[in-house]
C-alpha cells in the first residue's frame, strides 16, 4: 500500500512563474490537508480538502494561491505569480474520515 | 538583504541514554496530541500519540507524557540509537473532527556514537 505520494520533489522556479505541487493521498484517504515548512520551523497548517470539496482555507494565504482535490486524479497546490517568500517546503497528508495523519516527503519549492 | 537563520533548540546526548525532549503546547482546549519524528529530507514520521484523558502512554522505546496544568508534553526515549537523530515535532489538535494540528517549533535531536 503505497503511502503519500508528492510531486515534483524538488521544483525551481523564477519569480513571476507558477508552481503546482500534486499530492496522491494513501489508499482510502478521503482527506487531504496541505502544509507548508519554512527552514528550521514547524509546519504551519494550509488548506483541508475532500473530494471536490475546500474544508477549511483558513491557513491559505488569500492570493496566488489556491487548491482542488479533483473527483479523480491528485489534490494540486497551485502557486501564481512566486516570490522568493515562498520558498519552502510543502507537505501533503491524508486520512480517513478519523484517524492518524500520514505525511508525503514533501515537495521543496525555490524561488530564485 | 540578507537573512538571518532561526536555530532549532539541540538536545545532544550518548548513544544508549535516554532523552527527554519537552514541548509547551498553546491552546487550553487542544485534545489530542502526537509527537513526530523528521529525517533530514523527509515528511513527519508519526510516533506516538495521547488524549487530553491520559496523562502518559507508553509504546515501544518511548513515552509520552502530558500535563495538561502546565500545558506541557513531553517525549521520553529510552536508549537512544543514532537512528533516533532526528527533528522531533509535538502537534496539537484544537479540536473538532479534523486533522489541522498546530506544530511546535522543533527540536533538533543528535546522537553521539
Known amino acids: 500500500n503505497a503511502g503519500v505520494m508528492q510531486n515534483p520533489r524538488h521544483l525551481v522556479r523564477r519569480r513571476g512563474q507558477e508552481a503546482r505541487l500534486r499530492c496522491s493521498p494513501m489508499k482510502g484517504h478521503s482527506h487531504v490537508y496541505w502544509y507548508r515548512q519554512l527552514p528550521e520551523e514547524g509546519l504551519k497548517f494550509m488548506v483541508y480538502l475532500q473530494k471536490e470539496n475546500i474544508i477549511d482555507e483558513s491557513g491559505m494565504p488569500k492570493e496566488r494561491f489556491s487548491a482542488e482535490f479533483p473527483k479523480e486524479g491528485p489534490s494540486i497546490l497551485r502557486i501564481q505569480q512566486v516570490v522568493r517568500g515562498d520558498s519552502a517546503a510543502y507537505f501533503c497528508a491524508s486520512s480517513r474520515v478519523t484517524g492518524e495523519l500520514f505525511f508525503g516527503e514533501g515537495s521543496r519549492l525555490t524561488v530564485l | 538583504g540578507e537573512s538571518v537563520g532561526l536555530h532549532l533548540p539541540t538536545l545532544s546526548v550518548q548513544e544508549g541514554d535516554n532523552s527527554i525532549i519537552n514541548c509547551a503546547y498553546s491552546?487550553?482546549?487542544?485534545?489530542?496530541f502526537i509527537w513526530y519524528k523528521q529525517e533530514s529530507g523527509k515528511g513527519p514520521q508519526f510516533i506516538i500519540d495521547i488524549r487530553s484523558n491520559m496523562d502518559k502512554r507508553q509504546g515501544q522505546r518511548v513515552t509520552v507524557l502530558l500535563n495538561k496544568t502546565v500545558k506541557h508534553l513531553s517525549l521520553q526515549i529510552a536508549a537512544t540509537q543514532p537512528g533516533d537523530s532526528a527533528v522531533y515535532f509535538c502537534a496539537e489538535n484544537p479540536g473538532g473532527a479534523t486533522n489541522k494540528l498546530i506544530f511546535g517549533t522543533g527540536t533538533l535531536l543528535a546522537v553521539q556514537p
Open positions: 491552546n487550553s482546549a487542544s485534545d489530542y
